[in-house]
């Protein structure tokens, strides 16, 4: 009885020692990266939720910083990334606003060399700016990806130069925070002139980051880093303090408007013939002498309607409140700028329009802008 006991015993602890040993051989592979479940293969590279290195390695290089000056002085830094190359040429894509306020910009690569570029253009509204070097100096061209599959809770990293040059190269990583946003831009610093319809992560964006790429998991570019929201007004006295909310073009947008600028044209938009306000906007109403009917909360008030313009021959008139824009309503300035610019010169839309108290409809045919 004793042996049989004794016999126990030391299966007992043999298969204890085994279980051990093969537990402890499955966490040490998974440290590793070997079979983790957080783990995947893509292509050469193993990626897991722990690094991203690979990816990084796929774009870091592409990535420069872009420095702006004017008059030999520096107005401006930002970032960009070589996204093509054409025989000799290569093609570095960047916000507008970085090279707006310049006439000449050079670019740093990841290895601190040094390049003069030649600016081909921008668009102050696509926010999309392109410029131009030899490939003799370029590292690496950026892989393109697309926005069409990707899914909310992603992985996303942007590369760039925040605060400048002294922190270049710098790689921050979130998620896909949301897609499709509507996101007021100011050009004049008080008012929103327009929306963009753009990528929210909450990677760390910050000054110098504008214009760099934003990747996905595979290293794959999906859009171009713009904006940061940072404060959110919630009266016309309070705001408060946003943080984790970035924003980037989709790569779609992005290529189609450099695209355009590639070939030295200036993209087309439409122009209507009109100087117009929000109407919550009613000191300036008042100073204008327009006034606002009962019952309208929302539109656009025309100041002044050009002679001669597509909105005079539309039949629009000064104090007129444009409230749709085809079958869209319209509840502020940029609203109406973002609907409008669906648009091209030539086409013909339809405006729903309040004059005193009654709704009006008309087609205007648009013309190209000046």
Known sequence: MKNKNKISIIVIVILSFALGASWTYMVLRQLNGKDSPLSQVIGSYTISENSIAGAVDKVYDATVTVITSS???????????????????????????????????????????????????????????????????????????????????????????????????????????????????????????????????????????????????NGEVIGVTSLKLTQEKISATNTYSVEGMGFAIPIEDALYYAEIIETGESIKRPYVGISMLDITDSYYLWQAGITIPEGIKKGVALLEVVESSPAEKGGLKKGDIIVKLENEKIESVAELRYELYKHNPGETVKITFNRNGKEHTTTITLEESK
């Open 71 to 217: 008059g030999g002085s520096q107005v401006s830094s930002g970032t960009g990334f070589v996204y093509k190359v054409d025989g000799s040429t290569a093609y570095i894509m960047t916000n507008n606003h970085v090279i707006a306020s310049g006439d000449a910009a050079k670019i740093i690569f990841s290895d601190g060399s040094e390049a003069e570029t030649k600016i081909l253009g921008g668009d102050t509204y696509a926010d999309i700016a392109v410029l131009t070097t030899s490939t003799k100096s370029i590292k690496q061209v950026a892989t393109i990806g697309n926005t069409e599959n990707i899914k909310l809770g992603d992985t996303t990293f942007a590369v760039g130069a925040p605060l400048g040059d002294t922190y270049s190269g710098t790689v921050t990583k979130g998620i896909l925070s949301g897609k499709d946003r509507l996101v007021e831009v100011s050009f004049s610093g008080t008012t929103s002139d327009y929306y963009m319809k753009v990528l929210q992560t909450d990677a760390a964006l910050n000054p110098g980051n504008s214009g760099g790429p934003l990747c996905n998991i």
